[in-house]
């Protein structure tokens, strides 16, 4: 796949969220949503920053290092307090407005990638697909924390589309990144991972021979990855007992460990 179509399905899914944000009012704005201490504001302030970081990123690698530098060594405020103070004192129209411009910024910075184009990031630099694709995944993410909060106040829901194909090979690979990122060894024992697409179409990812899988909706898998959804809450068939930790401990996003909800809840442990 071409970074040029990566960035198109990033902008899909982006206007996706914008469609259920337009909708909502200033009230609901406010609505606590799974992520601890979170509100649906707050959402949509993390993905205006980091948008807007982003953009930074590919147009002044220098000015974004100095941007990091000063978020890790503010001692005076939490990152939260950092990235989303600001956002945080706007009006719900003002927000949706900042969003849209640093998404515009994103989609323009991101036109000028080459495949092979590496982009400075938080932790080691990124190729431009994989950069795309982890916004991908945030907005998406994120967005959950959204819908998920509008649902159990009687909002609408939001139906999966084929660009979870994106969330589904990251949440493939990041399999080591879930055990390196907590000190543990890297499990030496193969999972195959078989996924129905919203579309119907099958996703394989892993060695066909592999003794063990996890099988199911690619939707289901992307939300466990992500730490949305406990394993045990979905229809995902989880076969060997490697499948199983990984699928308890998966982890796909950067950042230090953390724990995705216990079974019958809806609240992430991550973000």
């Not at 005076?76 to 515009?104: I, K, P, V």
């Not at 949440?171 to 697409?197: A, C, H, K, M, Q």
């Not at 045990?232 to 230090?256: C, H, I, N, Y």
């Amino acid at each position: 796949m071409d970074v040029r179509d990566v960035l198109a399905d990033l902008v899909a899914e982006q206007q996706s969220l914008d469609d259920i944000m337009v909708a909502l009012t200033p009230e609901q704005w406010g609505l606590p949503t799974p992520s601890p201490g979170w509100n649906i504001t707050d959402q949509i302030g993390h993905l205006t920053y980091y948008d807007g970081t982003a953009a930074l990123a590919i147009v002044d690698p220098e000015a974004f290092v100095a941007e990091m530098t000063t978020l890790f060594g503010n001692a005076e405020q939490s990152a939260d307090e950092f990235t989303l103070g600001r956002y945080r004192a706007m009006t719900s129209d003002e927000l949706l407005a900042a969003w849209r411009a640093n998404r515009e910024a994103l989609a323009t910075a991101g036109a000028s990638l080459a495949n092979d184009t590496r982009v400075a990031w938080y932790g080691p630099s990124m190729g431009a697909k994989s950069f795309l694709t982890a916004r991908l995944m945030e907005a998406w993410a994120h967005g959950q924390d959204i819908v998920d909060a509008i649902s159990m106040n009687g909002g609408a829901t939001r139906e999966p589309t084929d660009r979870l194909r994106h969330i589904s090979q990251l949440g493939f690979i990041t399999r080591g990144w879930t055990y390196i990122n907590r000190g543990l060894d890297v499990p030496s024992t193969p999972v195959r991972v078989e996924l129905t697409s919203p579309s119907g179409e099958i996703w394989r990812f892993g060695p066909d021979d592999a003794g063990e899988s996890v099988v199911g909706p690619a939707l289901d898998f992307c939300l466990v990855t992500t730490q949305r959804r406990h394993v045990d809450d979905t229809e995902l068939v989880v076969s060997g007992a490697s499948a199983r930790d990984w699928m308890e401990k998966a982890q796909l996003f950067a950042g230090p460990p953390s724990d995705g909800p216990h079974p019958r809840s809806s609240s992430p442990g991550g973000r």
